[in-house]
């Protein structure tokens, strides 16, 4: 059985940072492309990124230069670290793991992925 559980979330003021983590256990995560997706209140859930085996990256563009996504496949390990963090970042943050290898062009489409974690909770206040 396939189980993603991400952590880090919590509340943070505005222009701090926050490193959030994903472990996923029972498949071979370095098979597969690794994503984060958030969603906000009353939002639809949206990517932010995402980091295919071979470690090219896709950025959502209201993130880019600010986060960095990094994996660890020996630790089965994805990381999110997030810089200079705004009040419209506030959001559950979800891992994400794909149905391939690699990033796609379309990245950002739910439907590229398998399995979720549960979610943390990012809060930034102003």
């Known amino acids: 059985q396939v189980q993603v559980v991400e952590s880090g979330g919590r509340l943070v003021q505005t222009g701090g940072s926050l490193r959030l983590s994903c472990t996923a256990s029972g498949l071979d995560t370095d098979d597969y492309a690794m994503a984060w997706f958030r969603q906000a209140p009353g939002k639809e859930r949206e990517g932010v990124s995402c980091?295919?085996?071979?470690?090219?990256?896709y950025y959502e563009d209201s993130v880019e230069g600010r986060f960095t996504i990094s994996r660890d496949n020996a630790k089965k390990m994805l990381y999110l670290q997030m810089d200079s963090l705004k009040p419209e970042d506030t959001a559950i943050h979800y891992c994400a793991i794909g149905s391939g290898p690699i990033c796609s062009p379309s990245w950002n489409h739910l439907a590229r992925y398998n399995y979720w974690g549960q979610g943390t909770q990012v809060t930034v206040s102003s």
């Open positions: 980091i295919s085996r071979n470690g090219h990256i």
